[in-house]
Structures are given as structure tokens and as C-alpha cells.
């Protein structure tokens, strides 16, 4: 994914990529990841940890899987590959668990549910625990969109019998998932390394990123011979192999794509991945990613067919992007990619079958819902040309 400058408009990066602000442990206030609610296991992506959290509550063909309507349509992929019926529940109009229709659908047969904590805001799960545990069901937090934050004193992570987060979301890095339990031992979840030309890609891609975006200049110099070889050395590799059927080295979900690939199910997280979280500093992420959510919401306050999905942003909750609620969400969207805004929607394609039938907020979220970045990557500047556009937009 390279980037093409436009002259006079910044080049705002819709993801976390490589630059210093994720590292600085100055301003390191202390906050909780998902990583701090148990046992973990870093794996290759999200998805693979949604199976491999199927795959250790023993889920089998015929059984079925309660997920959400409003859902990346990855969630989906892991519970067919165990043979399970996914069965779409409810969810209220600001994307809270609807229980009424949860608890209508937990019938017998029904092994797990999976939960999402919508753009970093930590739902309510007390209620919904209370509700698997009174008929046997499994819960799955899906910590996607929520890798950092707490609620109710304790971690995001820690309601469900496992948890799952997508690293690549928060962090600059081109792959990664994690595996958490705070209630079951994770002893024969096993992983090896992928390999090593696998490692060198993920190094090399998330460095080049940073490149494509300005950021690491210095860095960029010194690696400029190493870019250089590694183009050359992936010449070299695909030849050995006789140019087809070149194993894949990189998972699905670094390519933005929907599947789920179970060859890396058993693969751990890049060395690169893995150092990233270590040296990462989640409380200066936290604080400029709500620093930012706020900047956009300042910049939207009084203007009209737009409003913040949430009213306000809860203490202890780190955004993963700022939704914004739009009465005419296509035009609007049009005028943003015409301003070169970078932007997003979640929840859209829905997974084949699920439509405004199954469930109306969910169809409405999916198509009202603008997702706009507010990650620590973003500088100074570009976030005034963020906020400034917004407007603008939301105006013409
Ligand atoms: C992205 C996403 C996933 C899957 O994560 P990957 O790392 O892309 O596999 C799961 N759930 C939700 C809500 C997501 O947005």
C-alpha cells in the first residue's frame, strides 16, 4: 500500500504506521491493555485467534455460534472452519448488546457468543456474562477495535473466557493478533515461527510504510541499501520456487482481505510484531489517540446532520477510530475521499444473508457510521488539516 502525495494536502495515513509516537515512554501514563487481562498467546491475527478460541472450547460441526449483525465479516470465516452455524444477534442503535434478542437466540446447541467492543468504547459485559453463565454458553470478547483500555475496574479482556485483539489496528505493524484468558489455561495452544522469510517480510513492509507516509527519515537513509536488497532477494525466492505456487508470506488479514487461512493457525507473531508491543507505550497511545478523538469531535460539535456516535468518550476507553453518525453518509463520504480525507466504514460488506431483516441499528450503523482515524501517528498539522476539512465537508 504505497502512498501518492497530492501537492498542498497532507498525506494522512488511515492506520497506525512506523514513526516515534507509539515508542516515547515519557507521558507513559499507566492503562491496560487486553494483554494485561491473562494468559496470552501472540498469534498472526484476529481472526486466527477467533478460531483458535473456538478451537479450544472444543467447538464442533453442527454447533452454533451466536455473532453479532453488526461485524467485520472476518469474524465469520473461523466458525465455519470448525463446521459451526454462525447466527446473527442484535445490537441496540449505538451498537450495545441487544440481550433481549441474545438471550432469545441462546438456545440449546448454541456454544459461544462473540462480543465486540465497538471502535475502543468497552461494552457493558457484566449483563451478558451473567447471561452465558445462567445457560452455558462460552463468551468470546472480541477486543478488535479495543486493544487497549478498562471498564468497571478491569481490563478489556477480561469478561470473557477468551479474548481476541488485532495488534495491526493500534500499532504499526503489519501483522499480529493475540490469544487472552483470564479463565482457561492456554497450555495447548503451541506456536512456531513462521519462518524466516516471513519475518523478513514483516519487518521490512512496516518499515516501508513509515517510508511512504514521510515518517523515519532517518531511518529511511540508513535502510535505503537493505530496501534495495530485499527486492532482490524476493526475485531470487520466487525464482528457487520456479515463479507459481509461492507459499503465502503473509496472512490474509495483512491484505485486507475477509479470510481466514487455518495454515497460520499454529504460527507465532513476527519477532518485528512481537518487539513492536514490547517497546510500545500504551499509555501515550491512549492519551493521543483521545486527544485526537476529541479534536474531531470539537470540530464537529455544532454542525448539523452529524453527531458523534457516542455522546461522550468514557474514562479509561481508547478509541480505535472516531465514528461519526451521518444523516447523508454517502455524499458526505464523497465529499470527504474528494478532499483526500482518509476514512473508513465497519461493518460493511456484512457477511452474505445478513441484511436490515436480520437487524435494522446494525444495517443503519453499517451504512451511517463514517470511521474517521484518530491514531498516534497523526502529527500536529495533520490533525488541524483533519479537523478543518472535516468541517468543511460536513458544511458544503
Ligand atoms: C479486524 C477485526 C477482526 C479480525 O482481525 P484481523 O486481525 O483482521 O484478523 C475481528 N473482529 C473485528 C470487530 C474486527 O474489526
Redesign the pocket.
Known sequence: MLAHPTPGRPLIPLAPILSASSFRRAHNAPVRTVLDAGEVRLVT????A?ALALRELGVQAGERVLVPAY??A??VPPVLWRGAEPVFYRVCADAAVDLEDLAEKMTPGVRAVMV?H?FGFPQDLAPVRALCDARGVALIE?C??CFIGERDGRPVGAWGDYA?A?S??FLPIYE??ALVSARHSLNKVVLRSAGAGFELKVALNSLERGFAYGRLPAVRAALRLPLRAKSAVWGLLKKRRGGGAAPMLAPD?SDSSFNFDPNWLDKRSSLFARAMLKLAAPGRIAALRRRHYARLEAAVRDLPGVRPLHPRLPDGACPWVFPLLADDPDALFARLKTRGVPLTR?GTPPWPGVDASTCANSARLATHVLALPCHQELTEVEMSWLAASLREAVTA
Do not use: E, L, N, P
Not at 45 to 48: D, Y
Open positions: 491475527s484476529g481472526r486466527v477467533i461485524h467485520s472476518s469474524m465486540t465497538y472480541d478488535a477495535h481476541i488485532s495491526m489496528k499480529g493478533g488479514s465497519f
